[in-house]
T-cell receptor, first 117, second 112 residues
Framework: SAVISQKPSRDICQRGTSLTIQCQVD?????MFWYRQQPGQSLTLIAT?????????ESGFVIDKFPISRPNLTFSTLTVSNMSPEDSSIYLC??????????????FGPGTRLTVL | QQPVQSPQAVILREGEDAVINCSSS?????VHWYRQKHGEAPVFLMI?????EQKGHDKISASFNEKKQQSSLYLTASQLSYSGTYFC?????????????FGQGTILTVHP
């Protein structure tokens, strides 16, 4: 598995402002992912962040709104820019880890609960 | 495209069994099952790979039918700790390897 921490755990922000969420993992990983989970809903992939390359965004998500940094193999940030109430959600990072037998899966951080007023 | 889970919700008494299904419209490389309790992160349960079936821990197991693009999660002799929302995450492989698309979730409630 992996030990993953996120900061902040929760925040309340005013519309039009930006918030940067940090994700720290206890060991080096190649692939990190950022998800959004709206209340009572499923997880939606925002982007994939590999160290040393630009993040790859999923349909419906753009870099200007959700800029991502990946400065090293244990850390990543996601910024939610120019926030509106529709951005209120839980944001989770995950990391890809290998399993016995050669396959890979994802382990999730605890999430950041964001409320935009 | 998001896989479809059924049922949307299940209510059990301790000791009863349940099956949760996950169906995809795309060919799959693997299916990953997670359980999420309220206010917590999703916890990985097990992975089902194309060409194989893997049993998990406790009394939870799963199957993967590649031809039908379906996976099922089996919970036997349920315990109170099994309560939570179960998600399947599908990986189509190829250029999308490693990316998971999650179903809408199945809420499982186990009563004493």
């Amino acid at each position: 598995s992996a030990v993953i921490s996120q900061k902040p755990s929760r925040d309340i922000c005013q519309r039009g402002t930006s918030l940067t969420i940090q994700c720290q993992v206890d060991s080096q990983v190649t692939m990190m992912f950022w998800y959004r989970q709206q209340p009572g809903q499923s997880l939606t992939l925002i982007a994939t962040a590999n160290q040393g390359s630009e993040a790859t965004y999923e349909s419906g998500f753009v870099i200007d709104k959700f800029p991502i940094s990946r400065p090293n193999l244990t850390f990543s940030t996601l910024t939610v820019s120019n926030m509106s109430p529709e951005d209120s959600s839980i944001y989770l990072c995950s990391v890809e880890r290998g399993l016995a037998g050669g396959s890979d899966t994802q382990y999730f951080g605890p999430g950041t609960r964001l409320t935009v007023l | 495209q998001q896989p479809v889970q059924s049922p949307q919700a299940v209510i059990l008494r301790e000791g009863e069994d349940a099956v949760i299904n996950c169906s995809s419209s795309k060919a799959l490389y693997s299916v990953h099952w997670y359980r999420q309790k309220h206010g917590e992160a999703p916890v990985f349960l097990m992975i089902l790979l194309k060409g194989g079936e893997q049993k998990g821990h406790d009394k939870i197991s799963a199957s993967f039918n590649e031809k039908k693009q379906q996976s099922s999660l089996y919970l036997t002799a349920s315990q109170l700790s099994y309560s939570g929302t179960y998600f399947c995450g599908t990986d189509a492989g190829g250029t999308s390897y490693g990316k998971l698309t999650f179903g809408q979730g199945t809420i499982l409630t186990v009563h004493p």
